[in-house]
């Protein structure tokens, strides 16, 4: 039988926020810390396994989400944040980097400790998980990168509360089953709950995550152990007087959405949880394991006095040869991994600098507070150096164009408001709860065609499938393109050929290995052959990767809708029986949705539903039962539907 993978798609509103003024908002003005004056700490590590007679046997572990003090600089008074941890006191921002074993199961209880109410304000006006009783924090763990069981990938709707006294409706386990059967690499894990992610990720829950393969990696002797191997999470942040993070608490279409922004940009630049930390170094390789941790804000990372960046590896996947360059330029989300050499230095201190702007790329140039992000004190004596970096790194099996199974166009646009404020972006023009358009099939590959309609650069995430980057190319006569588009939906009715052939933009050499996020370009079209099994095998899955909830794919870049059930644009496995869709309208300040009253009746009397469409019913139900806002137009509603015979 063909196992099938039906996506849909999610664009998580994931921060807001500008600054108005200093003053009025009781901003910390970043000009008053001094930069450099703290140490770059390394992050706990948490072991997923243990050694029993010689043999690595899965360790289960527990990691809570905790409210707590942090001191992201020396003169900054402590911060509340959320924290990932094995306890509250050994809680930590970022959270404890995870130690896996390729081949050893690693199972994780992810356990919500957090209070009922947010240390941030966030906006109920988009597609949110609100429990029921309006009491306790959802969040639910991701785990970036992870080719594993959608039950345990933290689907936007698999979200929790404290002690899981309430759950999102396509929950289903305490306990997530992680299979690290991919290739050694670097992921790391958020929250990702629905309409949340923005404002969890702003109070603290990230961290890292480590696929480890001795018999692969040894033979490298790339740098190693924990003083030479060094992850780096960078994020922004602002701060008000009094230490508490700062978000903004208006919106850019107020009426529309009181308080979300479609993106947030903080004025200190924090490096595992420093801010402009410092780190004295050798002279010496070191290796340094790069995220970007931010909401909205790419990192064009270069150092002060000249020194290169050996990548070895971007995002989960090593590289087959080491590519050497003089600046990395990281979207949110992505990872870069690097060797240093710093016996090249001809100075005795290096700045690692930015220069992205932002938003990207058309945005405001840096300033001096973000135009820094950590210092290296670099020591004067010379060492022996015993690590190296080979010629020659990891080979996969060749990903070939003429296997993909099918060709794929998906088209990312944005809407304005009256003011040509944004409101929101879909992907493919379509919400989340119409029917699923993506079903690639387990064991296969596509090539994916990503128009990006938008003027900001998106990076596209896929979870589950590894993709290749083939080529970008910028669109002529986009507006017209775009009108089309806008009208047809069709990238093949609308002559995309005609229209993408504008000038090829290169993809750099050292991101042109598999990857699982990309920048997808403004105003141009993106060629991706994404695989559907293990890469470096061709093997298909052993779990059952068309299982509920399914996966999703989305750009990490702030993006939302306003649309009644529509949630931040998820493509994701789900067993569909009879769906309609209906016009609902706004009446004093009621949306009343015709033809659809059984909504609001008991569930048990609809003996014929399947237990997939029940589950969406109810999430539905419930939604429609708290849905009294003014709409500032007529929207397009679409529901699952089913009928007692």
């Not at 004056?37 to 706990?44: C, H, S």
């Not at 594993?148 to 899981?164: C, I, K, L, N, Y």
């Not at 769906?579 to 609809?606: A, E, W, Y």
Request: with cysteine; aromatic share 12%.
């Amino acid at each position: 039988m063909e196992r099938i993978l039906l996506f849909k798609i999610f664009c998580s509103a994931l921060l807001i926020g500008l600054p108005t003024t200093w003053a009025k908002d009781n901003l910390f003005s970043p000009s008053k810390l001094e930069k450099f004056v703290d140490e770059l700490p390394d992050m706990p590590k948490i072991q997923s396994f243990e050694v029993v007679n010689g043999v690595y046997k899965s360790k289960p572990l527990k990691i809570g989400m905790y409210k707590k003090q942090w001191k992201f600089h020396r003169d900054l008074p402590p911060t509340p944040v959320y924290a990932y941890g094995a306890s509250k006191r050994n809680a930590t921002i970022p959270g404890p980097t995870i130690e896996a074993i390729r081949g050893i199961d690693a199972f994780v209880k992810w356990q919500n400790h957090l209070p009922s109410n947010h240390i941030l304000p966030w906006d109920p006006t988009i597609p949110t998980a609100i429990p029921r009783t309006n009491k306790g924090i959802p969040t639910v763990v991701h785990l970036h990168g992870s080719i594993g069981e959608p039950e345990s990938d933290g689907h936007a709707q698999s979200w929790f509360t404290r002690g899981f006294q309430e759950v999102g409706p396509t929950w289903t386990k305490k306990e997530y089953h992680y299979y690290n059967l991919q290739h050694p690499g670097n992921l790391w894990y958020h929250d990702h709950a629905m309409g949340l992610t923005r404002v969890n990720l702003l109070a603290g829950l990230t961290g890292a995550y480590i696929i480890r393969d001795r018999e692969v990696e040894a033979p490298l002797r790339l740098p190693s152990g924990d003083e030479f191997d060094r992850t780096l999470m960078v994020f922004d942040r602002s701060f008000r007087t009094n230490g508490s993070i700062y978000m903004s608490f208006t919106g850019n279409n107020p009426s529309i959405h009181p308080q979300w922004q479609p993106e947030y940009f903080g004025d200190a630049i924090i490096v595992n949880g420093k801010a402009w930390p410092r780190l004295t170094v050798r002279r010496r390789k070191y290796r340094f394991r790069i995220i970007n941790a931010s909401n909205a804000r790419f990192f064009r990372f270069f150092f002060s006095n000249g020194l290169k960046f050996i990548h070895v590896a971007a995002d989960s996947a090593y590289l087959e040869k080491p590519v050497i360059t003089d600046e990395i330029l990281l979207g949110p989300s992505e990872i870069a991994d690097v060797v240093v050499d710093f016996s090249n230095s001809k100075s005795d201190s290096a700045i690692l600098g930015n220069h992205a702007a932002y938003p990207y790329p058309t945005g405001d140039p840096v300033n001096e507070a973000n135009d820094k992000v950590m210092k290296f004190i670099i020591k004067k004596k010379p060492e022996h150096d015993t690590w190296r970096v080979p010629k020659t790194l990891v080979k996969y099996p060749h990903a070939d164009l003429s296997c993909a199974s099918k060709t794929r166009y998906i088209a990312m646009y944005e809407y304005t408001s009256v003011d040509d404020e944004p409101t929101h972006l879909y992907i493919n023009g379509k919400s989340y709860d119409e029917p699923v358009t993506e079903t690639p099939k387990v064991g296969t590959s596509e090539i994916w065609n990503v128009i990006n309609l938008t003027e900001d650069n998106h990076p596209l995430h896929i979870h589950l499938g590894l993709f290749k980057v083939i080529d970008q190319t910028e669109l002529v006569n986009e507006e017209e393109f775009t009108a089309c588009m806008m009208k047809l939906n069709d990238a093949i009715k609308c002559k995309i050929d005609q229209y993408a052939r504008g000038k090829k933009i290169e993809v750099p050499v050292h991101e042109k290995g598999w990857k699982n996020v990309y920048k997808m370009t403004p105003g141009s079209v993106t060629m991706i052959l994404v695989r559907f099994a293990y890469v470096h095998s061709n093997e298909s899955y052993p779990f059952d990767a068309t299982a509920q909830p399914g996966f999703v794919y989305h750009c990490h870049v702030p993006c939302g809708t306003v649309k009644y059930l529509s949630e931040p644009l998820i493509h994701r496995i789900q067993d569909l029986s009879i769906t309609k869709q209906n016009v609902g309208h706004r009446d004093q300040n009621v949306l009343h949705i015709p033809m659809c009253t059984f909504l609001f009746t008991d569930l048990g009397s609809r003996r014929q539903c399947d237990d997939a469409t029940i589950e969406v019913d109810q999430m539905s139900r419930r939604r429609a039962e708290n849905f009294k806002m003014s709409l500032p137009y007529p929207v397009t509603v679409s529901l699952k539907l089913c009928f007692t015979t």
